[in-house]
């Protein structure tokens, strides 16, 4: 198992049906950060940025949801929004999936603005 596969286990669990939220009736959200090339620190500062940006622009209550950043290698950027699952129940409801540029959250970080 890759050390990504194992810090993502933790929320997840086995086959994505559990995790540590999946004990909890209400759970305050999660953002999860994810990249093809890795997660440098500055990949780190700008999809948190990107998350919180996202968060605000949509006005999201992450209680009881999931918001999930994947960086692609060519710069893009999907994310995805999804109830999580129930204590005892399996599965992953309402999935909304968008792309967006990441180049934005990049230049911020060169430019010293975040």
Same mark, same amino acid.
Do not use: K
């Given at each position: ?19 540590l939220h999946s004990k909890a009736q209400i ?8 990249? %093809? ?40 950027? %999907? ?36």
């Open positions: 198992m890759g050390d990504q596969q194992r810090r993502g286990f933790s929320w997840r669990g086995p086959g994505n049906l559990g995790g759970h305050c959200g999660l953002v999860c950060l994810n990249a %093809e090339t890795g997660l440098d620190l500055d990949t780190q500062r700008a999809l948190f940025a990107a998350a919180l940006d996202i968060i605000e622009r949509q006005a999201l209550d992450l209680v009881n949801r999931a918001l999930e950043l994947f960086l692609l290698a060519d710069g893009t950027l %999907e994310y995805s929004i999804y109830e999580l699952p129930a204590p005892g129940t399996a599965g992953i409801a309402g999935v909304y999936r968008a792309r967006t540029s990441f180049q934005l959250y990049l230049d911020q970080i060169a430019n010293g603005s975040l």
